[in-house]
């Protein structure tokens, strides 16, 4: 059989599409701008996908969805990565059309501010559950330095499903995936604690994040160093 661990993000096109229904006629969303954008690819190439290079398990691709509308703006901020593992898309059918080649695939969710540790695909790839998610991990406050202990509190977006790539349509975050709370109610396998980062950034940072996920602060940052490729 052959299989596949994918990881994907909505890089800018799930906020684009979603965020802007609720603007008025003409209004522009930050998630349009080239400021938002830059800020948003230097968090990513710094963090997330360090953390997904960093694999220990490294048969693997990276879909990072981008919005068509807005490739002036994010194409000369993300040209074609040299790891071939890594795939910049602006239409998803080519890219289905080359998953649909394999048996199976463990299709794992990360935004992209997010990061995933170096045991992260090993530990999806080895489940043998069609749901599977992590519910606690850590969150970094990169202002103040500060690594907190997080937990999903049965919401969750750091979950994977084991799945036959022939049924995917495309890549809609939408339709593709449920709600948070629709996975836990799928009865998911729980694996590993201490596998995903939550990033905290800009106005959510600890001062104000919601210290319902957050379990304790962690005196050692330097514990995401190696797992995390930081």
Same mark, same amino acid.
């Given at each position: 059989?052959?299989?596949?661990?994918?990881?994907?993000?909505?890089?800018?096109?799930?906020?684009?599409?979603?965020?802007?229904?609720?603007?008025?006629?003409?209004?522009?969303?930050?998630?349009?701008?080239?400021?938002?954008?830059?800020?948003?690819?230097?968090?990513?190439?710094?963090?997330?996908?360090?953390?997904?290079?960093?694999?220990?398990?490294?048969?693997?691709?990276?879909?990072?969805?981008?919005?068509?509308?807005?490739?002036?703006?994010?194409?000369?901020?993300?040209?074609?990565?040299?790891?071939? +593992?890594?795939?910049?898309?602006?239409?998803?059918?080519?890219?289905?059309?080359?998953?649909?080649?394999?048996?199976?695939?463990?299709?794992?969710?990360?935004?992209?501010?997010?990061?995933?540790?170096?045991?992260?695909?090993?530990?999806?790839?080895?489940?043998?559950?069609?749901?599977?998610?992590?519910?606690?991990?850590?969150?970094?406050?990169?202002?103040?330095?500060?690594?907190?202990?997080?937990?999903?509190?049965?919401?969750?977006?750091?979950?994977?499903?084991?799945?036959?790539?022939?049924?995917?349509?495309?890549?809609? +975050?939408?339709? +593709?995936?449920?709600?948070?709370?629709?996975?836990?109610?799928?009865?998911?396998? +729980?694996?590993?604690?201490?596998?995903?980062?939550?990033?905290?950034?800009?106005?959510?940072?600890?001062?104000?994040? =919601?210290?319902?996920?957050?379990? =304790?602060?962690?005196?050692?940052?330097?514990?995401?160093?190696?797992?995390?490729?930081?």
């Amino acid at each position: 059989m052959r299989r596949k661990l994918v990881f994907w993000t909505a890089f800018n096109s799930y906020q684009s599409e979603k965020l802007l229904r609720y603007l008025p006629a003409n209004a522009t969303h930050p998630v349009q701008t080239a400021e938002w954008t830059r800020r948003r690819v230097q968090l990513f190439k710094e963090y997330n996908l360090k953390s997904i290079l960093n694999q220990n398990y490294e048969d693997f691709l990276y879909v990072v969805l981008l919005d068509f509308n807005l490739k002036h703006i994010t194409k000369p901020l993300l040209p074609p990565h040299p790891d071939k +593992r890594v795939i910049y898309c602006y239409r998803d059918k080519p890219v289905l059309a080359r998953l649909k080649e394999y048996d199976e695939i463990v299709f794992a969710l990360i935004d992209n501010d997010d990061m995933y540790s170096d045991k992260a695909g090993e530990l999806m790839m080895g489940c043998p559950a069609e749901w599977m998610y992590f519910k606690r991990g850590y969150a970094l406050d990169i202002q103040s330095q500060q690594l907190w202990g997080y937990d999903t509190v049965g919401s969750g977006p750091f979950f994977a499903h084991r799945m036959d790539p022939k049924t995917m349509i495309k890549f809609d +975050r939408d339709k +593709r995936h449920p709600t948070h709370k629709a996975v836990i109610n799928k009865n998911p396998e +729980r694996l590993e604690d201490g596998n995903f980062c939550v990033l905290l950034h800009e106005s959510n940072t600890s001062s104000n994040v =919601n210290m319902h996920y957050v379990l =304790n602060k962690e005196a050692n940052i330097n514990i995401l160093k190696r797992r995390f490729g930081l």
